[in-house]
């Protein structure tokens, strides 16, 4: 099977040269999506609960233009810029979206990063 490229005005458009996410083999790799407003391209949310569930929300529509969606997600990786601070929030918003049967996940550490923006998600989903 081909590899796919998905796009949806739904969330952010990419700031360099990758993909919001690759359809492949019966999986969609989203690319690490932050908390930007899809439409204004600005970062949503002071806090990390915040960010997180923006984050969640522009993974969540391109899931869904690749015709897939959260609970099909089986691995995560969550990019923060301050782990040491902001993990506790970010679980915290994390647990209100995976209630059940949540991803596999690994965190890191956000190497570049738009004024204000605390974290980036990136998740592989089955399709």
Same mark, same amino acid.
């Given at each position: 099977m081909p590899k796919e490229i998905v796009y949806t005005d739904n969330a952010p458009k990419p700031f360099a040269g990758y993909s +919001?996410?690759?359809?492949?083999?019966?999986?969609?790799y989203v690319s690490g999506t932050g908390p930007m407003d899809p439409k204004t391209g600005e970062v949503v949310g002071k806090t990390i609960q915040e960010q997180t569930r923006q984050c969640l929300k522009n993974v969540q529509a391109i899931l869904e233009a690749a015709g897939s969606s959260l609970d099909r997600a089986v691995s995560a990786t969550?990019?923060?810029?301050?782990?040491k601070k902001d993990f506790a929030g970010m679980n915290e918003e994390w647990g209100r979206w995976f209630t059940?049967?949540?991803?596999?996940? +690994?965190?890191?550490?956000?190497?570049?990063?738009?004024?204000?923006?605390?974290?980036?998600?990136?998740?592989?989903?089955?399709?």
């Open positions: +919001q996410a690759v359809k492949c083999n019966g999986f969609v969550v990019i923060m810029a301050d782990g059940t049967n949540p991803p596999a996940r +690994q965190g890191a550490v956000l190497p570049v990063r738009p004024k204000g923006m605390k974290l980036s998600i990136a998740v592989i989903a089955e399709v």
